[in-house]
């Protein structure tokens, strides 16, 4: 069966600390992983995706298929990054995509 | 630049009524979700589809039901709604493939009294 477990309900850092948003999974085919966030009164976005290998906002994400995570990562915490975080499971095919509980990090001044 | 509609922001209905929430999406997209929205739950799946008149169970169908006659548009039905199904309800659409991401509606509060 999928799942995502994010361990931490809440996250709340001092701008400038590094953050990182723990995931982790159970699936057992090839996984696709994604980060969404959706900041205050807006729609749930991508963050951004595994395949990419990229940075978005200075983010960060790397798959680890040992430990079956995907932390997501900054290594300077902004006012501007306090939201709600969701990591997010498509299983091989594309098909289906389930979603863990969320993080609510909150970057204090 | 909105790409997926859902038809209400707020609902509120009587226990016990059928309740239909719409969702349309102009992307082409193969795959549409429902999800309900809860603190301290995230967002679970009730059902998807990926194809006209196909759908899937998720992980909480129960109470529930989904239409899809048209590959734009994805129904969510509540055939006798109940309190504990006040949520907020989100609509998601992607391609299938490698990479795609979801595309979500505004979502949907509804509150059932």
Not at chain 1, 33 to 44: A, G, M, N
Not at chain 1, 76 to 94: I, P, V
Not at chain 2, 48 to 65: A, N, Q
Not at chain 2, 81 to 90: D, G, K, V
């Amino acid at each position: 069966a999928q799942r995502v477990t994010q361990p931490e309900k809440l996250l709340s850092v001092f701008k400038g600390a590094p953050v990182e948003l723990k995931c982790n999974y159970s699936y057992s085919g090839s996984p696709e992983l994604f980060w969404y966030v959706q900041y205050s009164r807006q729609r749930l976005q991508l963050l951004l995706r595994h395949i990419s290998r990229e940075s978005i906002k200075g983010f960060t994400a790397d798959l680890n298929k040992g430990e079956t995570s995907f932390h997501l990562k900054k290594p300077f915490a902004q006012e501007e990054d306090s939201a709600m975080y969701y990591c997010a499971l498509t299983n091989t095919g594309g098909f289906k995509t389930i979603f863990g509980a969320g993080t609510r990090l909150f970057v204090k001044a | 630049d909105v790409k997926v509609t859902q038809s209400s922001r707020y609902l509120v209905k009587r226990t016990g009524e059928k309740v239909f929430l719409e969702c349309v999406q102009d992307m082409d997209h193969e795959n549409m979700f429902w999800y309900r929205q809860d603190p301290g739950l995230g967002l679970r799946l009730i059902y998807f589809s990926y194809d006209v008149k196909m759908k899937e169970k998720g992980d909480i169908p129960e109470g529930y039901s989904v239409s899809r006659e048209k590959k734009e548009r994805f129904s969510l039905i509540l055939e006798s709604a109940s309190t504990n199904q006040t949520s907020m309800y989100l609509c998601a659409s992607r391609f299938t493939g490698t990479g795609g991401e979801a595309f979500f509606g505004q979502g949907t509060r509804l509150t059932v009294v």
